[in-house]
């Protein structure tokens, strides 16, 4: 070959790679996670129940419950949504490979071995039918397509951030199933709780109505009293039928999440009667810890950049493409395979480029610049509710605490005024009516306390869902 034709291609070449055409991506600076405000330290998180440390990843391990280790590790290797993610990340990444692949030669190979022969017009000799014979043609191509404006490259980049917002995504998953399962057995532990004080508040008034009873017989009570008394049992036990439906319930959830089905989930769980609650000062960190933090910001994150990547792709259609090609083939009958006659080949460009209409093109790009803008305002969205979740799991736990607190001093008044009520009423110096409110008001007390209790483990796990935690390996 004459090193003349070899100049263009050099030409080519030594182009190749200089230009890429579009946005080169970097977080926007007017994005909500580049404000100092965004990574400040919580407004809400100067309560004493919380500390400024480091949220670990495997947060639940901080209640220091083995049964909910346990669950959380067999959510996480069976859950259906997880197996949803994985595939998405799989996908994802698979089409990610197909894009890096067109940064490579193509390489094409054919052969055709062929029995017969052409009409004998063919052969120039009209009326002769000529023999029959074996043929052949082969053919081996190398095409490359020169990356001259970029558009396999932001194409690339653009495969990468959709790669990398799956994994996010499957991530953010993770974080999700973890809460919610230890959130169903809370509900199962909080549930055999709310039973466990419903049942002893049945006890005590079934003693009360026994006591009536005997007064009665003996002649320093009356129907009225026992009739009262009895009205206050059947109250009470009407309150148990709803816990032991919200047992059973969190039990068949947690199965779900679990990948099990209601049959093959333990019932030994519905024996927990006291729900997971950490006795320390809650590790929350910052605002900046939580935008590194959460997935779901990751994912809004990548996803922009690939938004970004896509405008450099359709831009580059404004530009030529040129692909170089070299192909070499050999064809014509069996018995001359091999002969240099029979051999050919070829090496050029294929030059590609639609001028001068280029309205789909330019349409394409603001195609594409539109999605950049919506991803950027989605990206602020999630950051912007990344914060209020978690301000507001602050907010609702610490108040809760104080709450909680209220209810139990209330719980200890009540509790001495029924006692006292009882001690008047045996020595005669009130009637039944006044222990039966006081009983009522102890009832609804201990009732309101289990309740705040089991809000309390369910506040907690709230807030740890929001501080995005629990999707490390």
């Not at 090193?3 to 190749?16: E, S």
């Not at 395979?337 to 309205?359: A, H, Q």
């Not at 509790?415 to 006292?420: F, G, L, V, Y």
């Not at 009637?431 to 907690?460: F, I, K």
Request: net charge neutral; charged share 20%.
């Amino acid at each position: 070959m004459n090193t003349r034709n070899l100049l263009p291609l050099m030409l080519a070449l030594a182009l190749a790679g200089c230009t890429t055409v579009g946005p080169d991506y970097q977080v926007p600076a007017d994005s909500v996670a580049e404000r100092q405000s965004a990574q400040a330290p919580f407004a809400q998180a100067r309560e004493q129940v919380f500390r400024q440390d480091a949220v670990p990843g495997r947060w639940w391990r901080l209640y220091n419950d083995p049964a909910l280790d346990g669950l959380i590790e067999k959510a996480l290797a069976a859950n259906t949504d997880l197996r949803v993610a994985s595939a998405n990340l799989e996908r994802a990444q698979a089409a990610l490979r197909e894009t890096q692949a067109q940064q490579q030669p193509g390489i094409g190979v054919n052969a055709s071995p062929t029995f017969g022969h052409v009409s004998g017009l063919q052969e120039l000799q009209p009326g002769i039918d000529p023999p029959d014979r074996w043929s052949y043609s082969a053919g081996a191509s190398v095409s490359y397509q020169l990356d001259l404006f970029g558009q396999i490259r932001r194409a690339v980049e653009a495969s990468t951030g959709d790669a990398q917002a799956a994994q996010a995504a499957y991530d953010a998953t993770r974080v999700t199933v973890a809460a919610e399962t230890a959130r169903a057995y809370a509900n199962i532990c909080s549930a055999g709780m709310q039973l466990a004080s419903a049942r002893h508040s049945v006890q005590v008034q079934k003693e009360s109505l026994d006591a009536v009873s005997r007064l009665q017989r003996a002649g320093r009570g009356t129907a009225l009293d026992v009739t009262r008394a009895r009205s206050q049992l059947e109250q009470l036990q009407a309150n148990l039928p709803p816990f032991e439906a919200q047992q059973r319930t969190a039990l068949y959830r947690l199965a779900a999440l679990t990948g099990q089905t209601p049959a093959e989930v333990s019932p030994a769980l519905l024996q927990c009667a006291a729900p997971p609650r950490l006795a320390e000062t809650i590790p929350v960190g910052d605002g900046a810890a939580l935008l590194r933090r959460r997935p779901d910001i990751r994912q809004a994150e990548r996803a922009l950049a690939a938004a970004t990547a896509r405008i450099g792709v359709a831009t580059a259609d404004l530009y030529p493409k040129i692909t170089l090609g070299l192909s070499a083939a050999s064809g014509g009958p069996a018995t001359m395979f091999g002969d240099r006659g029979t051999f050919s080949w070829s090496v050029g460009p294929l030059i590609s480029w639609t001028v001068p209409n280029t309205g789909a093109a330019q349409a394409r790009i603001s195609q594409a610049e539109a999605g950049t803008k919506a991803a950027a305002a989605r990206f602020d969205a999630t950051v912007l509710n990344a914060l209020r979740e978690t301000e507001s799991a602050l907010v609702v736990y610490a108040r809760q605490l104080d709450r909680d607190a209220s209810l139990r001093a209330a719980r200890d008044q009540s509790a001495e005024a029924a006692s006292q009520a009882s001690q008047l009423f045996r020595y005669g110096k009130t009637d039944y009516l006044t222990v039966l409110d006081a009983e009522r008001t102890l009832a609804a007390n201990e009732s309101a306390l289990a309740a705040s209790q089991a809000e309390l483990s369910n506040d907690q796990i709230a807030l740890f869902l929001a501080l995005g935690g629990g999707w490390e390996e």
